[in-house]
Nanobody, 123 residues
């Protein structure tokens, strides 16, 4: 059983930055495609960034391109989501998820999920 854990959320002012981390126990995130998703109250869960296991290619939803960066540290068994120039529309619970297939925006295609970490952007 793989247990995924996110951390790094918090309260930040508009224009600020946060870095989320994702680790896994029972396995290694190095073996999976990683997706970062977010869900705001009353909204559908949406993918914001993912990194393919096979080639390390990065994918971003248009609303975060140029502001968010997904990266993987193989030595630390950790995937990061660096979020810059945050705005109130980025407020949501952010989830990390893993799958053994290629990168995907479909949450139903991911196998293991973390519990989520709250990101609040407010002045």
């Amino acid at each position: 059983q793989v247990q995924v854990v996110e951390s790094g959320g918090g309260l930040v002012q508009p224009g600020g930055s946060l870095r989320l981390s994702c680790t896994a126990s029972g396995s290694s995130v190095n073996y999976y495609t990683i997706g970062w998703f977010r869900q705001a109250p009353g909204e559908e869960r949406e993918g914001v960034a993912c990194m393919s296991y096979s080639d390390g290619r990065e994918y971003y939803v248009d609303s975060v391109k140029g502001r968010f960066t997904i990266s993987r540290d193989y030595t630390k068994n950790t995937v990061w989501l660096q979020m810059n120039s945050l705005n109130p529309e980025d407020t949501a619970v952010y989830y990390c998820a893993t799958r053994t297939g290629p990168a995907s925006w479909d949450p139903d295609e991911y196998d293991y999920w973390g519990q989520g970490t709250q990101v609040t952007v407010s002045s």
